[in-house]
């Protein structure tokens, strides 16, 4: 079993180090004026040898000027002056660039018509420009996304992991979970809306330090201390701060003039199922531990606090120096 976990270790080690600011391509359509457009994109790098820099593709009715770029951290941007002349059946625009990023969220803003915004996808390269996007087009674009960034930060994963071995059994994983759920629901919604806000790169280090506290908590096994007296509260005090975290990411995908509050709903709806599928995952590793070696379970959540505070550790680093 133990040879098991270091196993599986080694393979979640293999996620992105910059874990929760990787992220998928960022593609912006905005319109200005006489048919003209602005095309802006965003293509997270994931420093592999060969990588394809790609470029979105825009309606057939459109013309695209000179393409410039530029080299950001860990990523790319580029812009492009779009002419577009008249209006065609269903206009589509995308990114056929796939693979190489799991999935491109693509921003529209016409000047006469409500923004919209759709997830791309190596099945679904490609979007249809809608004379006025549908609230069930919303809902349904900003749960998935909340969904993805939730499995797909490695960062709030483990936080949420450590959660569950610090509390390990019962209601008490349950008041823990909710504590976290309604703080970084409550901090998503000020920044989203305006009303607070804090500089992305020391909340991203202060999340990487909170999992270094908590996997801490988790290998000093059964001593008492307030975190474990007390774990909800704990996780509230963090959930304020992982909050932070979501609204950074959301506030790069943007949102939809006029479905502000359906979008922002959805996208937490999504980090929710998100986290409690995976809360549900590892309470169920932990109770097939107990029935069939019971003996183990301390072993495992043991190494499994290590494995966490190790790699909380170098995110913490790499997000201070790097």
Request: proline share 6%; with cysteine; charged share 15%.
């Amino acid at each position: 079993m133990i040879r098991l976990l270091a196993a599986l270790y080694l393979l979640l080690g293999a996620a992105p180090a910059l874990a929760d600011e990787l992220r998928p391509v960022s593609i912006q359509f905005t319109q200005g004026e006489d048919g003209h457009w602005s095309l802006d994109w965003k293509q997270p790098l994931s420093g592999a040898r060969g990588e394809v820099l790609g470029t979105p593709q825009i309606p057939a009715n459109c013309e695209m000027g000179e393409v410039s770029r530029e080299r950001a951290r860990a990523a790319v941007t580029g812009h492009a002056d779009v002419i577009c002349n008249g209006h065609t059946a269903n206009p589509q625009i995308g990114w056929p660039a796939f693979p190489g990023q799991g999935e491109a969220i693509l921003r529209i803003g016409p000047r006469d018509r409500p923004v919209q915004v759709h997830r791309l996808t190596p099945d679904a390269p490609f979007a249809t420009i809608e004379a006025r996007p549908s609230s069930l087009q919303v809902w349904r674009s900003y749960f998935v996304i909340g969904l993805d960034h939730i499995l797909t930060g490695w960062d709030h994963l483990l936080f949420v992991i450590a959660l569950v071995l610090l509390v390990c059994r019962g209601w008490a994983v349950v008041k823990a979970a909710t504590a976290f759920t309604v703080a970084h629901s409550l901090t998503l919604a000020a920044v989203t809306l305006g009303f607070a806000g804090l500089p992305q790169r020391p909340v991203e280090a202060l999340i990487a330090l909170s999992i270094v506290f908590l996997a801490v908590e988790v290998a000093r096994g059964t001593r008492e201390t307030l975190t474990r007296r007390l774990p909800w509260l704990v996780a509230f005090a963090f959930g304020l701060l992982h909050g932070f975290g979501f609204a950074g990411a959301l506030r790069e995908i943007g949102l939809p003039e006029g479905e502000v509050p359906a979008a922002l709903v959805s996208f937490n709806l999504g980090v929710e199922a998100g986290q409690l599928l995976v809360i549900a995952l590892v309470m169920l590793l932990l109770e097939a531990v107990r029935r069939l070696r019971p003996v183990l379970e301390p072993r495992v959540v043991h190494f499994a606090s290590y494995a966490i505070g190790i790699t909380g550790a170098y995110w913490l680093i790499d997000r201070v120096v790097g």
